[in-house]
């Protein structure tokens, strides 16, 4: 596996090792940029590694957790709380590397170009006042609707600017599923919203609604959303529940928008009736619920997720334009490809 990735990746000092003991006393000795885990080493009855991997993540170190497809170790909570990526085998080993490659740049080495103190204090309100939000509502406590208010000002403020397109990209292979998924959905509406000529103040409540169109799914088990493996029924029940979840939670938050309300509770509806909670079709379906259900697909597609590789932003729009056509609305497709597509091409894109 190392010896295969090795000729996709740009840095060969890699350490593979499926005996803690081995892995430790590398560790000790190097300061390597990429671990490749193999899940019996939570188990081969050696010294816990995960210190050691915490230790290895804060020298920059990215850590992909590798295993047999259905070995339950995968889902070990320890082991994937210190990883960066976890890839159920056998995986394409080009998107393996690609994923790999991209997590690196993001999560081990300093950004290629300087991050400008509007995006850092965009990324990072965004992100605070997310995760202030599920913890308060966690704990039963409703969180501040003006510290919500407050960071979509923050991202909707760097419309019009390079800096938003370089949030998404950014942010697509960050390890930390929920809430930058989140911050690239409210991003990629942001971008959408402008180009339809959407004023100031609606920017600012796309951007609210995308940060918060998950909200429901950051209360399922960590656990449930890692899965590399398919989800068993029951299991996918609770998933698909997220969009009424999330909507209550913004009930119990109180004074959003109604907009904020109607994307996360329709952002997985589908034109042709086939989502879900609901099953609600076209007529029953507001603008700003299909504008998020395509860049959510289109953000959803470009990340990599436990059970999946990321794919690229081309694949991503064709795949949309072929098996979801009958779902989502094309004119709103199009515009967001060739605005995402065109700002691909240029120098700065991922
Ligand atoms: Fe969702
Ligand atoms: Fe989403």
Avoid at 146 to 166: C, Q, Y
Wanted: glycine fraction near 8%; charge should be neutral; aromatic fraction near 4%.
């Amino acid at each position: 596996m190392a010896e295969a990735l090795g000729d996709y990746l740009a840095d060969p000092r890699t350490v593979w090792t499926a005996d803690s003991a081995d892995l430790l006393r590398i560790l000790a000795a190097t300061k390597p940029r990429l671990v490749l885990l193999d899940p019996a080493v939570a188990a081969d009855g050696g010294p816990s590694v995960v210190p050691a991997l915490e230790a290895a993540r804060r020298t920059g170190a990215t850590v992909v957790l590798c295993g047999r497809y259905d070995d339950l170790r995968l889902r070990s909570a320890e082991l994937t709380r210190v990883t960066n990526l976890v890839f159920g085998l056998p995986h394409d080993i080009r998107r393996l590397a690609r994923t790999i490659r991209l997590t690196m740049t993001m999560d081990g080495a300093p950004p290629p170009a300087p991050v400008s103190p509007s995006l850092r204090k965009a990324i990072g309100e965004g992100r605070d006042a997310l995760e202030r939000a599920v913890r308060g509502l966690r704990a039963g406590r409703p969180p501040d609707p003006a510290a919500l208010v407050e960071a979509a000002t923050g991202i909707s403020d760097l419309a019009g600017s390079p800096e938003l397109r370089r949030m998404r990209d950014l942010l697509r292979a960050h390890h930390d599923p929920t809430y930058t998924h989140s911050l690239r959905v409210a991003a990629g509406l942001v971008l959408f919203g402008e180009a339809f000529g959407i004023g100031a103040g609606d920017l600012r409540t796309l951007a609210l609604a995308g940060l918060l169109h998950d909200v429901g799914k950051a209360l399922l088990p960590r656990s449930l959303l890692e899965k590399p493996q398919r989800l068993a029924a029951d299991e996918w029940h609770l998933v698909r529940q997220h969009p009424v979840t999330g909507e209550k939670m913004i009930r119990d938050i109180g004074g959003l928008p109604a907009t904020v309300h109607e994307v996360a509770a329709r952002h997985h509806e589908r034109l042709d009736g086939s989502g879900y909670p609901n099953g609600l079709t076209a007529a029953e379906l507001d603008e700003a619920s299909l504008l998020c259900t395509i860049v959510d697909m289109h953000v959803a597609l470009t990340e990599p997720r436990a059970y999946k590789a990321a794919i690229s932003d081309v694949e991503a729009f064709n795949l949309m334009a072929t098996r979801h056509a009958g779902g989502i609305e094309g004119h709103f497709l199009r515009r967001y490809r060739e605005l995402i597509l065109d700002q691909a091409a240029e120098p700065a894109a991922a």
